[in-house]
């Protein structure tokens, strides 16, 4: 475990350390995640564009604001948030997905801020954006990650999280199909970590945000991932300060 460092869980961060050489492969063990990306910047816009009262037209909306990007793997969020204009931190448990983020994005010439570590490890800096993706049902301490995560937030800044819910239905779509078939590496997930909607954000309360939009997200063979009323495979939240 890295020093200071709470809520990783080892384990965790060797296994997906293990893959950090095929994160950018659209066809290798992170392709889901591929796939997933196109979802979580829709949402991701849609949420800052609310927030913040943006141009949905501006290209870099986040031109002048800050992102921190936590589980960030090798970089396959930091990177069309820079684009998007911001001054972006990534951090990640694997030393490994940092070394293959950092030359990923010096190959597109973009100045990410990579880091190694734990959302502890960041020593009192603060973000207009947050955002964890399918991260927190990995960490040792979930509790301690949101607190983690709110601790990082500027004052009017905006957090915005992705996990799977704990039901039937994620068991059966990442678990039984999903790592059965090979779409995703055996051993991603396990179940009785993931959060439900209500469990999350009780967490985002006690750590002193208001929860203010969720949305689902749903998978379909024909369309790929999509937006969704329906919050039982897996769900976005998004919270900030009343």
Known sequence: MIPGSATINPAEAAFFGKLAAEWWDPKGSSAMLHRLNPARLHYLRARIDA?????????????????????????????????????VTGIDAAPENIAAARVHAEGQGLPIDYRAGGIESLGGERFDLVVSMEVIEHVSDPAAFIAGLVGALAEDGLLILSTPNRT?????????????????????????????PDELGALVKQAGLDVIDTTGLSFDPRTGFTLSSNLALDYFLTARRG
């Open 51 to 87: 927030a913040w009262h943006l141009d949905p037209r501006e290209r870099r909306p986040l031109a002048g604001r800050t992102a921190l990007d936590v589980g960030c793997g090798a970089g396959l969020l930091s990177e069309p948030l820079a684009r998007l204009g911001a001054e």
């Open 168 to 196: 039937p239905l994620s068991k059966l779509a990442l678990i039984t199909i999903g790592e059965g078939f090979g779409m995703v590496p055996k051993g991603t997930h396990d179940h009785a970590k993931f959060l439900t």
